[in-house]
């Protein structure tokens, strides 16, 4: 399915950069110059935004193709999105959404998912896959049964006993609304206040993972401005089931795992060592709503391996 073009204007970046409090240099309106040898030429779309846009893209395709009852009756209950980024969208580029059909598999589990791309003036932004499960597609295996009370700990601090971070956030239903609107997603089809209606979407929580990993860099003394890093991909699994369970002031501890850079994690079989993190969202009693593995690399490294 191809869609019609989009295109997000600087309003929208900070709109979304504000609900999420995300303050990466690449997308503030000043500060994206301080950022040494940038190639973008100006502040980008933030990487949730265009998440958010595929979600609700999704959302609609689900509708218009009466695949919401397959979901339902299969207990597809884990989103699961798949993304590689490849380059990088300024305000006022027009981009354009493709949703491959649906494909269904039902070995060794039920599936149903599509293929996703972004472009913008001929070049490929983004690729990926959306997916419906009945168990999460990443770091499933991971459990949470002997932390401490995560209520107890300090925020942003490590967790007694592990390799987590923590940043605890909360809900808030203004804020969702305009990242939605930020990310050119339709607001009133989750909110809606005079019939009482406030369905969450799936990616708004995974969104405030980025503020976290920001958050502790700052307490590393990361030079943002010297040695800026980027994201080349995330691979999210959201329990639709917690999804549609939240509401405003809820408490969300987000867990922030950095693991060791290594020359077996490379970038497109480059000698550009990934540096890969594992996040969760856990609600009260450790629920976990998401599950995020996201990968980033230095600028520089990348602007390198150009140019040799």
Known sequence: MKNQPFTFDQIHIEVARNATDDFNLFHDKHKWLQITHNPFKGPIV????????????????????????IIAENNLRFSNYQITFVNAIRPR???????????????????????????????????????????????????FNALPDLNEIPDCTTVPNTDYFLKRKFMNNGSVKNFLSGSLAEQSDYFDELTHVAHYPEIFPCSLTSGALLEKAQLENHNFKLNPMVYTSHDISVDRQFVSQLKNHDKLHILVKQLPESKENTLNNTSIM?????????LQNNDVLFRITMNLVPLEEILKNLKS
């Open 46 to 69: 933030l990487g949730y935004q265009l998440n958010t846009l595929i979600e609700h893209q999704i959302r609609l395709y689900r509708e218009t193709h009466h695949e919401n009852q």
């Open 93 to 143: 580029m027009p981009i354009y959404l493709d949703i491959k059909k649906t494909l269904i598999k039902t070995y060794p589990n039920l599936t149903l998912g599509n293929r996703i791309a972004i472009k913008s003036e001929g070049r490929t932004v983004l690729l990926g896959f959306k997916k419906e499960t009945q168990a999460p597609l990443f770091l499933a295996d991971t459990k």
């Open 274 to 282: 990934l540096r890969t993190y594992h996040c969760y969202g856990l």
